[in-house]
């Protein structure tokens, strides 16, 4: 599993919690377990989008499991991050439909442009760009990942507008 | 045109609403399910209609809502299988977002039928704000009372709430789905039992794709007969395809199941030809674990038959001369695509997605990534393609869930079609400068002996 000893400031807020318990209530009252799922995204939503090991912990106490239950999941699925990333992580779909549309030539273009190789976080901690495996959207490539959202039919010129309003905070990461 | 049963009410300004989605006739099948028919009633229905599960395997879904196991006494679940992540595919996150409400009276009604009270619609983690839409129509559905206790004054009560995923290719496996709905990785589990039988925490349970239960509101407004009528053969109703590549109208489309190949290629009302101009190559019409096509079997079967958008059709010769319908993702490629750098990134995309399991899977995948990416890279040795296929064949049914024979399937394929442009890979390495190589000097210009590309 991938391991980093930074720390992170837990804050289980009230409205985090709240949200938690209404998830935990989607299932049968002794299978408080099948929230871990929807209740990991939401606690890494809440935490600058990463999962320390302590916050881990945290779930795993909420849920009455044990600790390596909620490690196990969390190093199993691709969507938990476990050191922190980038505030805008562009996650390209590089699976071969997107790539028959340029999906690799953009890529190219989007880390020279941010100055990173593919997997870096920028030195202001704003960007990082990675290379994901198929994300459904083969008929409108190329496309990413941001957030909540995906960004569809790109071209270098909306590349640039994209990174541009990053910057400027135009960007909504969650449909809330 | 072809008959719409799906997406006939997808142009209506607001129906994504619940207002608008009623006033068009929505819920209509629920009311007359709950108030006219009995469950076992809408089971036949649907058995007569003759619809087939269009997640891939394409298993009668009559049939499987008739195995689950009433006598137990356990709670009864259906769940939607809305993971969608095979390459090619983007078919159920369109009717999701767009017209959701048609899922949830899907579910509603399959839920009736089935004796579920307590139903979930698992979707892919990355599908967030699709996650977002549904949750929000579920709302608005519950405060209609179509959800809840005592529904239309029936006594019959149905909860259902979507469930979000994080990212595993695996997951659409009904029993990984299952697992990870529970809450742990997603491993499949061996069958039997089957989930009709021990599904969700062990209850009985029925696992259908998005596209199977959308269809399930027209089968019981119109009859599984009126259904049945339409499509070809054992191939009935209507298929949504998700076409991609390079062609000239990417997208979404709902067709009658044994429209021919041909015209679904080259008419304007679907993909309206090749993008470029550029010669078509290849194909693979149902997503990326379907062997791919070459040029010369794609409008013709190998007995010189129209081949048409159907199970049988598609699959006619089996995989010698044939592919799958699978999910319907129909993927295009011109002259200009390297076959090989393609197969190296769909073995790259299920070494990924391994769950890591079983050893042939767990280690096979990754052997074919590798082998392939060196062969795509101009390193490539003579033993090379034989040994790909070595690999490929000890994969395929040794493992325990279809996952294994996804990430085989297209490796041999492609051998078996294109066996010469991985000869020229290993035979030209200094001709292999870039990944581009094909784009910039298509393989139909090689001189390539026993070309496959037809124009």
């Given at each position: 599993?991938i391991?980093?000893?930074q720390?992170?400031?837990?804050?289980?807020?009230?409205t985090?919690m709240?949200?938690?318990?209404?998830?935990i209530?989607?299932?049968?009252?002794?299978k408080?377990?099948?929230?871990?799922?929807?209740?990991?995204?939401?606690?890494?939503?809440?935490?600058?989008?990463w999962?320390?090991?302590?916050l881990?912990?945290?779930v795993?106490?909420i849920?009455e499991i044990k600790?390596?239950?909620?490690?196990?999941?969390?190093?199993?699925?691709?969507?938990?991050?476990l050191?922190?990333?980038?505030?805008?992580?562009?996650?390209?779909?590089?699976?071969?439909?997107c790539?028959?549309?340029g999906t690799?030539?953009?890529?190219d273009?989007?880390?020279d442009?941010?100055?990173?190789k593919?997997?870096?976080?920028?030195?202001?901690g704003?960007f990082?760009?990675?290379?994901v495996?198929c994300l459904?959207?083969c008929g409108y490539?190329p496309m990413?990942?941001l957030?909540?959202?995906?960004?569809?039919?790109?071209?270098?010129?909306?590349?640039?507008?994209?990174?541009?309003d990053?910057?400027?905070g135009?960007?909504?990461?969650?449909d809330? | 045109?072809s008959?719409?049963?799906?997406?006939d009410?997808i142009?209506?300004p607001g129906?994504?609403?619940?207002?608008?989605?009623?006033?068009n006739?929505?819920y209509?099948?629920?009311e007359?399910?709950?108030?006219a028919?009995?469950?076992?009633?809408?089971?036949?229905?649907v058995?007569?209609?003759?619809?087939?599960?269009?997640?891939?395997?394409?298993?009668?879904?009559?049939?499987?809502?008739?195995f689950?196991d009433?006598?137990?006494g356990?709670?009864?679940?259906?769940?939607?299988?809305?993971d969608?992540?095979e390459?090619?595919?983007?078919?159920d996150?369109?009717l999701?977002e767009?017209?959701?409400?048609?899922?949830i009276?899907?579910?509603?009604?399959s839920?009736?039928?089935?004796g579920?009270?307590?139903s979930?619609?698992?979707?892919?983690?990355?599908?967030?704000?699709?996650?977002?839409i549904?949750?929000?129509?579920i709302?608005?559905?519950?405060?209609a009372?179509?959800?809840g206790?005592?529904i239309?004054?029936t006594?019959?009560?149905?909860?259902?709430y979507?469930?979000?995923g994080?990212?595993a290719?695996?997951?659409g496996?009904e029993t990984?789905?299952?697992?990870?709905?529970?809450?742990?990785?997603?491993?499949?589990r061996?069958?039997?039992?089957f989930p009709?039988v021990?599904g969700?925490?062990s209850?009985?349970?029925?696992?259908n794709?998005v596209?199977?239960?959308a269809s399930v509101?027209?089968?019981?407004?119109?009859?599984g007969?009126?259904?049945?009528?339409?499509?070809i053969?054992?191939?009935?109703?209507?298929?949504?395809i998700?076409?991609?590549?390079?062609?000239?109208?990417?997208?979404?489309?709902?067709?009658?199941?044994?429209?021919?190949?041909y015209?679904?290629?080259?008419s304007?009302e679907y993909l309206?030809?090749?993008?470029?101009d550029?010669p078509?190559?290849a194909l693979?019409?149902?997503?990326?674990?379907?062997?791919?096509l070459?040029a010369?079997?794609i409008?013709?079967t190998?007995?010189g038959?129209?081949?048409?958008?159907s199970?049988?059709s598609l699959s006619d010769?089996g995989f010698?001369?044939?592919?799958?319908?699978?999910?319907?993702?129909?993927?295009?490629?011109?002259?200009?695509?390297?076959?090989?750098?393609?197969?190296?990134?769909f073995?790259?995309?299920?070494?990924?997605?391994?769950?890591?399991?079983c050893?042939?899977c767990r280690e096979?995948?990754?052997?074919?990534?590798?082998?392939?990416h060196?062969?795509?890279n101009?390193?490539?040795?003579?033993?090379?393609?034989?040994?790909?296929?070595?690999i490929?064949s000890?994969i395929?049914?040794?493992?325990?869930c279809?996952?294994?024979d996804?990430?085989?399937?297209?490796?041999a394929?492609?051998?078996r079609?294109?066996?010469?442009e991985?000869?020229?890979?290993?035979?030209?390495?200094?001709r292999i400068?870039?990944?581009d190589h094909?784009?910039?000097?298509?393989f139909?210009?090689?001189n390539?002996?026993k070309s496959?590309?037809?124009?």
């Amino acid at each position: 599993m991938i391991h980093t000893d930074q720390k992170q400031n837990i804050n289980m807020t009230e409205t985090l919690m709240n949200r938690i318990n209404e998830l935990i209530s989607h299932y049968p009252s002794d299978k408080r377990k099948s929230a871990l799922l929807p209740v990991l995204h939401e606690v890494q939503d809440a935490h600058d989008n990463w999962l320390s090991i302590e916050l881990m912990d945290k779930v795993a106490e909420i849920l009455e499991i044990k600790p390596i239950e909620v490690y196990e999941v969390a190093s199993f699925y691709t969507m938990y991050n476990l050191k922190p990333i980038g505030k805008f992580m562009f996650e390209f779909c590089r699976t071969s439909p997107c790539c028959l549309n340029g999906t690799e030539n953009l890529m190219d273009y989007t880390c020279d442009k941010l100055g990173v190789k593919e997997g870096e976080i920028t030195s202001d901690g704003l960007f990082q760009v990675v290379g994901v495996e198929c994300l459904g959207a083969c008929g409108y490539a190329p496309m990413l990942q941001l957030g909540d959202f995906y960004k569809e039919n790109l071209t270098p010129e909306k590349m640039d507008q994209l990174i541009t309003d990053c910057k400027e905070g135009k960007i909504i990461l969650q449909d809330k | 045109m072809s008959k719409k049963i799906l997406l006939d009410k997808i142009n209506v300004p607001g129906i994504k609403t619940y207002e608008v989605y009623r006033q068009n006739g929505g819920y209509a099948s629920v009311e007359k399910a709950m108030k006219a028919m009995t469950p076992d009633e809408v089971v036949e229905e649907v058995k007569k209609s003759g619809l087939r599960g269009r997640g891939g395997a394409g298993f009668p879904a009559g049939m499987k809502w008739s195995f689950i196991d009433k006598k137990s006494g356990k709670p009864r679940h259906l769940v939607c299988n809305a993971d969608e992540s095979e390459p090619g595919t983007f078919k159920d996150r369109y009717l999701m977002e767009f017209i959701p409400h048609l899922l949830i009276e899907g579910m509603i009604t399959s839920s009736f039928a089935l004796g579920a009270n307590l139903s979930y619609i698992y979707i892919r983690g990355e599908y967030m704000w699709v996650y977002k839409i549904l949750e929000r129509a579920i709302a608005e559905a519950k405060a209609a009372g179509w959800l809840g206790k005592n529904i239309l004054g029936t006594g019959y009560d149905l909860e259902l709430y979507v469930h979000c995923g994080a990212g595993a290719y695996i997951c659409g496996e009904e029993t990984a789905l299952i697992e990870s709905l529970e809450g742990k990785r997603g491993n499949p589990r061996i069958k039997p039992p089957f989930p009709a039988v021990s599904g969700l925490w062990s209850n009985p349970t029925v696992v259908n794709n998005v596209e199977t239960i959308a269809s399930v509101p027209w089968i019981v407004n119109n009859s599984g007969d009126e259904y049945a009528k339409i499509g070809i053969g054992r191939s009935t109703g209507t298929k949504l395809i998700s076409a991609s590549g390079h062609i000239k109208n990417p997208g979404v489309y709902e067709i009658e199941l044994g429209l021919s190949v041909y015209e679904f290629m080259n008419s304007d009302e679907y993909l309206g030809g090749m993008s470029s101009d550029r010669p078509l190559k290849a194909l693979i019409p149902g997503g990326s674990s379907v062997p791919v096509l070459p040029a010369d079997l794609i409008y013709k079967t190998a007995n010189g038959e129209d081949r048409l958008m159907s199970y049988e059709s598609l699959s006619d010769g089996g995989f010698a001369t044939g592919s799958m319908l699978g999910s319907g993702g129909f993927i295009v490629y011109n002259d200009t695509s390297c076959i090989v750098r393609n197969t190296w990134n769909f073995a790259r995309f299920y070494h990924h997605e391994s769950c890591g399991q079983c050893s042939p899977c767990r280690e096979g995948t990754g052997w074919l990534e590798k082998v392939l990416h060196r062969i795509e890279n101009g390193h490539g040795r003579e033993e090379d393609i034989d040994l790909l296929w070595s690999i490929q064949s000890k994969i395929e049914g040794n493992t325990i869930c279809p996952l294994g024979d996804a990430a085989s399937w297209p490796v041999a394929a492609a051998i078996r079609h294109f066996r010469e442009e991985f000869e020229y890979h290993v035979r030209f390495p200094e001709r292999i400068k870039n990944r581009d190589h094909f784009t910039t000097e298509p393989f139909s210009s090689l001189n390539v002996s026993k070309s496959k590309v037809i124009t």
